[in-house]
């Protein structure tokens, strides 16, 4: 019991980063280069937390607590959502709303620090982030409130261990519309391809990087490995959704867990590498589709 | 008017001697001539008043047995019962709370030494407010309450007129003086509709009226107006942005805090009358709530005018406690107890909430304008510099409006997602089935991330970044009575949060006796949403920043650190001026809900090969005012133009106006 739990942290807390490789990886493949070893996001972290920091003249105090609390809001986020078959750390009736609004605080303070700059593309970046992250909102509660009916609990550990082959096989529609909206709300939100482009060179296309620009050293990495750590939870959301196989020995789920979580990184690559980035215009567009489908599976369930 | 005075016994009778001295409060000053010490004198009324009366409140609310006054007046209308329930001391304890804090933020805010004449008025009406609006909650008459709705409409208008010598302030002036009566005219309806069926204008025993369906509706849709135009639910808002942005911050914060509710605590109070209603009575203050929240929300992303902004938001807390009052008559009308006792829940905490919060953020708001002499979002910028004890204060206000944790604002809202998350959980026979209420939660999830976009807006533009108008980069702190009550605001929205069981208990008698559940069900009903955890997570999440913190600044001492001006990716001379704008940052939003706001740019000047210099202007439009409610207004403008001729300015004419229509009456009422 104590074992699976800090094995669990463990993989909680180192996994992450591996993720961000595996995608790098796989657009490199695609790109017929070598790319990057699989532990760069790991030297990389390594060496920013190593460097010293540069803070322009214009912060404040809300500058610097910016990456301090998101990164500090997705740890309690992460801490609630179950990994494979295990269950998560703390679960509470009702955890779910936690969940999605520990998201909310986290953006407050990320864009907040953006604006504390003074940067216009910080701002930009800022009013670009809120904006969108508004749109995904219903889109994550049209699914939670799904499952939640589906699984008749209230609480993500149960939610997300709810479904099974049956379950797909009863409601397979509904399901599919669920996966297919949460895919799209998980890009968005970790700011991928075709709403973001991680890798851009210009300002003014970027959405979650140009937010960052100021920040430096050990902030800047704190906020990589958040982002890290949010693309991991939300994909265990996703995983724990699209992959309803259990075995019940726990062993055997973790290294499913462990080899779906690696098989998602491949498919973000994969979609980063076949599509090119959105207009800025049609990304609304899209998130607001990702919530009439997730609507639908709502209906599906409720009628 | 006798009243037993035995502050050991009977908390309703320290309550109502708590309302006549805030009431009286101003009064002194009238007759002081040396200005300052009237307003000294008032304020230390009202706050020992206060303290005492939230006493009271505090005992009924942990279940003192509350006597009823009974008011022996020499009119015509009957006994006049005073009386206290829970729901009343629920409504009164937000209401004395912000009388201490605004009087005592009037004592810096305006200050009697400067402006004396301004000072003896405002202290005046803002204690005529306060005991107005005291004494709606307290009556147990149609006429009694009548009559305290009209001061409070008038009390509040005159202070909204502080201000007089500006054109803006003048028409937000007539705009809010049409509405409220407008809006008193349907209580007129209602209660002479009340005094039709039960023959007296003294309100009936809880539940015990059951009419006619063409009566009840009437009564209702009266209420629902005559209540919700004061509450400024959508479309009957009109008058509420212009009113609370023009009055003085902390009248402002009074009108925006407590007035509302009491539009509220109106509805409240009405349905309860009723045995049986309608069911799409629910349903239709649920939709009405949805509506103003989200729209409410949208208005507010888009203005430009710190106190505006506020005032529209203030639309979009009042629409969630709608959708938990609508939640709650559904459950009512269906049956669904669960349903019921979560909705009423969420809009009880929602509306003490909101009684911490909005005036936090209100007195805010003033300091606000005392340090820049603007209400100009788009001219302020690195306010935090300035105004170091402020902005963390407003912060909080900021934070906990969004519903975020580890404020109390979430905890609210979590009762209201567990409504909309309840139905077919608790399959223990006590519940119908009402799938429809799972929509409510994706709405509210929208209403929050607009409300992340507008207070991020608000608090970046105005505290963050640098000065974007030298003019508003020279102010200075605000004083210690101003920032005491803000203090004392901002530390109660943090107890809500870490304390959150705290929040049930306040709400919990009110929310027992309106449903009329036992309070074992209550209980169980209660206990499914987690209050206990949320406060551990809360304390965890706050752990964990400090943790995070230690190990960044762990990590930052270990390497050098420099400062430097801000990246501006290559370009070398920047400005104050270049910073994104609170209109820039919400216009991407703005471009998505063009249906309900709009920006219009205006650009005059630009023509030949070499232009001269030349100025751009955009103006926020709201279509609903624009494009619905002003054009039916000119209809009906045009329809009744005839009447006109009636208002000529003759006194003597109006005086027999009156007599005439007493006349008629007189002979109409003859068998």
């Known amino acids: 019991m104590m074992m699976s739990i800090l094995f669990h942290v463990l993989l909680l807390l180192l996994m992450p980063p591996l993720l961000l490789g595996v995608i790098n990886k796989t657009k490199a493949a695609f790109a017929g280069r070598l790319g990057a070893p699989y532990f760069q996001p790991y030297y990389d972290l390594v060496k920013l937390f190593r460097k010293g920091s540069v803070f322009s003249s214009t912060t404040t105090w809300v500058f610097r607590a910016g990456p301090v609390v998101t990164l500090a809001a997705t740890l309690v986020a992460a801490l609630l959502v179950p990994l494979g078959n295990h269950p998560a750390i703390i679960s509470f009736n009702g955890d779910m709303i936690l969940f999605a609004y520990l998201f909310g605080l986290a953006r407050f303070f990320t864009t907040s620090a953006a604006l504390d700059t003074g940067s216009p593309f910080e701002g930009m970046g800022a009013a670009r982030e809120v904006t969108f992250a508004c749109l995904v909102e219903p889109t994550l509660f049209f699914i939670l409130i799904t499952l939640a009916r589906m699984s008749k609990s209230l609480s993500l550990t149960p939610m997300l261990l709810y479904p099974s082959p049956t379950v797909w096989g009863e409601a397979g529609a509904a399901m599919l519309l669920l996966v297919g909206a949460l895919f799209i709300a998980l890009l968005a939100e970790n700011c991928r391809i075709p709403f973001d482009d991680p890798n851009t060179h210009l300002e003014l296309t970027m959405i979650h990087e140009v937010m960052v620009l100021d920040h430096s050293g050990p902030a800047f990495g704190l906020i990589l490995y958040g982002a890290a750590l949010k693309l991991f939870v939300l994909g265990a959301v996703f995983v724990n959704l699209a992959l309803p196989f259990k075995t019940g020995n726990l062993l055997i789920d973790w290294a499913l867990f462990v080899v779906a979580m690696l098989f998602l990184a491949v498919l973000i690559g994969v979609v980063e590498s076949v599509m090119a980035r959105l207009r800025m215009v049609r990304i609304p567009q899209l998130l607001v589709a990702a919530t009439i489908l997730s609507a639908f599976a709502m209906l599906l369930i409720v009628r | ?671």
Not at chain 2, 237 to 256: E, F, R, T
Not at chain 2, 295 to 313: E, H, M, N, P, W
Not at chain 2, 576 to 586: D, E, N
């Open chain 2, 1 to 671: 008017m006798v009243f037993v005075w035995n502050i050991d016994v009977d908390p309703v009778g320290s309550l109502l001697w708590a309302i006549t001295l805030i009431g009286l409060s101003g009064l002194p000053g009238l007759l002081l001539k040396r200005p300052g010490p009237g307003q000294i004198l008032s304020v230390g009324i009202t706050v020992c008043a206060a303290l005492w009366g939230m006493a009271g409140a505090l005992r009924i609310l942990n279940g003192v047995p509350a006597k009823t006054y009974q008011l022996d007046w020499p009119l015509p209308f009957g006994p006049c019962e005073l009386s206290v329930d829970p729901l009343s001391a629920l409504f009164l304890l937000p209401l004395l709370l912000a009388a201490l804090c605004c009087s005592l933020y009037g004592l810096a805010y305006l200050p009697a030494a400067s402006q004396p004449a301004v000072e003896k008025r405002v202290t005046l009406f803002s204690g005529l407010l306060l005991a107005s609006m005291a004494l709606v909650l307290v009556a147990r008459h149609g006429v009694l309450l009548l009559m305290a709705w009209e001061i409070m409409a008038l009390s509040s208008w005159l202070l909204l007129m502080t201000d007089q010598q500006s054109l803006q302030v003048q028409r937000a002036g007539t705009v809010y003086l049409l509405a409220t009566h407008a809006g008193t005219t349907a209580l007129f309806v209602l209660f002479s509709l009340l005094k039709g069926e039960t023959g007296s204008f003294a309100f009936p025993a809880a539940h015990s009226l059951a009419l006619g369906s063409m009566v009840t509706l009437v009564m209702l849709v009266a209420a629902l107006i005559g209540f919700g135009a004061k509450a400024g639910i959508m479309p009957l808002h009109i008058w509420l942005p212009g009113a609370h942005a023009n009055a003085p911050s902390h009248a402002s914060a009074l009108m925006s805090g407590i007035m509302l509710k009491v539009g509220i605590y109106g509805i409240i109070r009405t349905v309860s009358f009723f045995q049986q209603l309608p069911v799409w009575f629910g349903w239709l203050v649920l939709l009405l709530g949805a509506v103003s929240a989200i729209t409410g929300i949208a208005l507010a992303s888009a203005q430009r005018d710190l106190k505006r902004l506020l005032a529209c938001s203030s639309i979009e807390n009042i629409g969630i406690i709608c959708i938990g009052l609508g939640m709650a008559l559904v459950g009512l009308q269906s049956g669904n107890r669960v349903l019921a006792v979560l909705g009423l829940s969420g809009a009880f905490i929602h509306i003490i909430n909101h009684a911490l919060f909005k005036p936090l953020l209100f007195l805010g708001s003033g300091a606000i304008i005392h340090a820049t002499g603007t209400r100009q979002i788009d001219r302020m910028g690195g306010l935090s510099r300035i105004l170091p004890r402020t902005a963390p204060l407003f912060l909080v206000g900021s934070l906990a409006i969004c519903g975020l944790p580890p404020l109390n604002g979430f905890v609210g809202e979590l009762f209201l997602y567990f409504g909309a998350f309840s139905d077919g959980m608790f399959s223990d026979g006590m519940f119908s089935d009402l799938p429809l209420i799972g929509f409510v939660a994706p709405i509210l999830a929208l209403v929050g991330g607009l409300a992340v976009i507008t207070f991020v807006k608000l608090y970046g533009a105005v505290f963050l970044g640098v000065a974007r108008d030298p003019a508003t980069a020279h102010g200075h702190e605000a004083p210690l009575a101003m920032l005491l009550p803000m203090g004392l605001l901002a530390g109660l929205c943090l107890i809500g949060g870490f304390g959150a069981p705290l929040l049930l208990q306040l709400v919990a008698p009110a929310v027992i006796q309106y449903v009329g559940v036992s309070p074992q069900l209550f209980a169980q009903i209660a206990d499914a949403v987690p209050l206990q955890q949320i406060s551990l997570v809360n304390g965890l999440l706050v752990a964990g920043m400090l943790v995070v913190w230690l190990i960044w600044r762990f990590l930052v001492q270990r390497a050098p650190v420099a400062a430097s001006s801000t990246w501006g990716c290559g370009y070398l001379a920047p400005t104050s001026r270049m910073q994104y704008t609170g209109s820039a940052f919400s216009e991407l939003v703005t471009g998505l809900i063009s249906g309900l706001v709009g920006a219009q740019g205006q650009l005059s000047g630009l023509s030949g090969a070499f232009p001269a210099s030349s100025r751009f202007v955009t103006v926020t439009t709201e279509r609903i005012l624009d494009q619905m409610i002003i054009p039916s207004l000119r209809g009906a403008d045009w329809c009744l133009a005839w009447l006109r001729r009636m208002q000529h300015g003759h006194l003597h004419l109006y005086i027999l106006y009156i007599f005439a229509t007493l006349f008629v009456l007189m002979v109409w009422s003859q068998p």
